[in-house]
């Protein structure tokens, strides 16, 4: 039998395999997309709807997608929130692309909190970390929130959404601010009364060589559709007799 030459095994070789790589993707950024119609969002006062418009000329890649917020307590009392993670501030969130429709969770804070439970406890505690995490807030103090809307069919799908052939009408994710007394506590003495401003939602954009850019506009200018499978949730409320 012939003896073998020597070699590194492979898990002690610290180099990138020959056949990989990515030489279609030009560039990658992470890009902050701010709501339209002011910065102060309450379900009270101000306005409700926080609408981001996610234009650009690349691709969004909606699983890195996270909206980040600065949260104020009202002056009087302690807020002490009824769960950890920044899910339970918005009741509802809605996908609109190109002017159509494609995502609506109602109910998107109870669903969230759902799903939440179900995690292994170091998820759980790194997504909490980055809301509440277990602490009551002091009257009149500002805390940052960081939510990923994990429960999103379109953001737990792994293609990336070409936001440059959806036309002037693009990209558009809401978020409504849930009230007060479903987010903190309301017994006497507590604080119910809050605001967000500073929101923005946080996402990687890539582009693409122009070789690939101009296969995909041929392939839709022809009248071929870029298919995006999603699953999604829909949420029945039912109350008790």
């Not at 309450?42 to 418009?53: D, E």
């Amino acid at each position: 039998m012939a003896a073998g030459g020597d070699h590194l095994v492979s898990n002690r070789q610290f180099r990138m395999p020959a056949e990989s790589g990515a030489s279609d993707v030009a560039s990658e950024s992470q890009v902050s997309f701010f709501p339209h119609g002011g910065n102060i969002y309450s379900p009270t006062t101000g306005q409700r709807i926080l609408r981001f418009a996610l234009a650009s000329d690349g691709y969004l890649d909606l699983s890195s997608l996270a909206v980040s917020m600065d949260l104020a307590v009202g002056p009087n009392g302690t807020a002490t929130p009824l769960v950890a993670g920044g899910h339970s501030l918005f009741s509802r969130m809605r996908w609109t692309l190109s002017g159509t429709t494609v995502e609506d969770v109602e109910y998107f804070s109870v669903c969230s909190e759902m799903f939440h439970r179900l995690l292994p406890a170091e998820a759980k505690s790194n997504i909490e970390l980055m809301a509440f995490g277990g602490n009551t807030i002091q009257p009149g103090a500002t805390k940052n929130i960081v939510m990923m809307p994990k429960v999103s069919g379109l953001c737990n799908q792994p293609l990336w959404v070409a936001a440059s052939f959806l036309g002037s009408q693009g990209c558009i994710l809401e978020l409504h601010c849930a009230d007060g007394d479903e987010i903190f506590r309301s017994g006497a003495g507590d604080n119910i009364t809050y605001q967000l401003s500073n929101c923005r939602v946080l996402c990687d954009v890539y582009h693409i060589s122009n070789e690939l850019a101009n296969t995909y506009a041929s392939h839709v200018l022809s009248g071929k559709p870029l298919i995006y499978s999603i699953k999604s949730l829909v949420n029945t409320q039912f109350q008790l007799q």
